[in-house]
């Protein structure tokens, strides 16, 4: 891709075995090679907090996975992390280490309840700041109440970070969602696009066209959004 080596995908669920994501190791190596495919060469791998979930299980997945793909000759690499559901327990679970920051860093990927309100995550955002760390709204486009009277630009303004989903930018002029993804992006509300993938017959990678259209339309933020953010979170 122009402007930078390759892409940089902080959301995926390539861990076999562990939640709704790859079902097998194969199907975890299928994963990788579609999206490396598509020129991602990097992966942060971030199962849900499932019950009985350990770090340990998580880690060890990741460096069989960082094994076959060495044997394989996959040019790519994998990271350890975790898509956190956001409750009162989180900072708790955190600083117990029970639960992966992204790649070893202060950076965590949180999810919430699409029916989450403003204030609640308003609220999410100070304590995980607070606690030292630094959040990344998993798939943004999926909070209703972020959508209205300027409250993602007032989070953002408060240190959240917002992460959306490349499939999010399918759709035309009357698609309502694809609509607002689109205008985020245009004026630099989004720090990280990647694929959330799963499965290989359900969310697979597929990100061309989704990078054509950042590209032609707020080709400004491709660099930063693609590669540079990510980046500084592998190098933390």
Not at 100 to 108: E, K, Q, V
Not at 171 to 189: D, L, M, P, S, Y
Request: hydrophobic share 40%.
């Amino acid at each position: 891709m122009e402007g930078n080596e390759y892409l940089i995908d902080i959301h995926t669920h390539i861990v076999f075995g562990v939640d709704d994501g790859a079902r097998s190791l194969e199907e975890s190596l299928k994963l990788i090679d579609m999206a490396v495919g598509q020129g991602i060469k990097a992966i942060i791998a971030t199962p849900h907090n499932m019950p009985n979930l350990k770090c340990e299980e998580i880690i060890e997945k990741v460096n069989i996975l960082n094994e076959k793909i060495k044997e394989e000759s996959i040019d790519c690499n994998i990271y350890s992390g975790q898509e956190i559901f956001y409750s009162k327990d989180t900072i708790d679970l955190l600083k117990k280490k029970k639960y992966l920051t992204l790649a070893d860093s202060n950076y965590i990927l949180v999810e919430f309840d699409p029916e989450a309100t403003f204030n609640y995550m308003k609220m999410a955002t100070r304590e995980i700041i607070f606690a030292g760390y630094i959040p990344i709204f998993a798939h943004v486009e999926r909070y209703s109440s972020l959508r209205k009277n300027k409250r993602l630009e007032e989070i953002r303004d408060m240190g959240a970070l917002f992460q959306m989903n490349y499939g999010s930018l399918k759709g035309g002029i009357f698609n309502t969602n694809a609509c607002w993804c689109k205008r985020q992006i245009k004026e630099g509300n989004i720090s990280f696009m990647a694929t959330d993938m799963h499965r290989i017959d359900s969310r697979e990678p597929k990100v061309a066209d989704a990078l054509s259209w950042i590209s032609n339309n707020a080709s400004k933020y491709l660099q930063a959004i693609t590669y540079d953010n990510a980046n500084a979170i592998l190098q933390k």
